[in-house]
């Protein structure tokens, strides 16, 4: 259903493609980058976005032998910052992360891929 309260903001969106592909599966991190676009992202960090992924077995076999501790999971850091096409004129958002954290997100699709493929076979039997 369609949430009439919220504005609706249109905006290009400058990524590389797994970021892309990431943030289309994750409609909060959409309105995220939508109401940094829409200056509605207050406070001095409004132009970073901290994104925690999943568990890896390491973590989870980490977090048994320390049930007191927290789990530690991944972290990627996305830089967002408002840019103009020189050519069309049109507003949009450019999203950056490093190369080590694009490595990252690409494991954590690679992961989400293979898991929904294994899901997909389960079912079908």
Known sequence: MLDTTKPVVYFGLLAAPAVRAFLSSEPEL???????FADRRPGPK????????????ADILWAKDHPKEPVRLPVIRMHLRKVTNNTTG???VEVKTTDSDHDKLVDWLRHSAVRSRLNQRISGL
């Open 90 to 92: 049109e507003r949009g």
């Open 46 to 57: 409004a132009d970073i976005l901290d994104v925690a992924g999943p568990a890896s077995t």
């Open 30 to 36: 959409r309105e995220e980058i939508g109401a940094f």
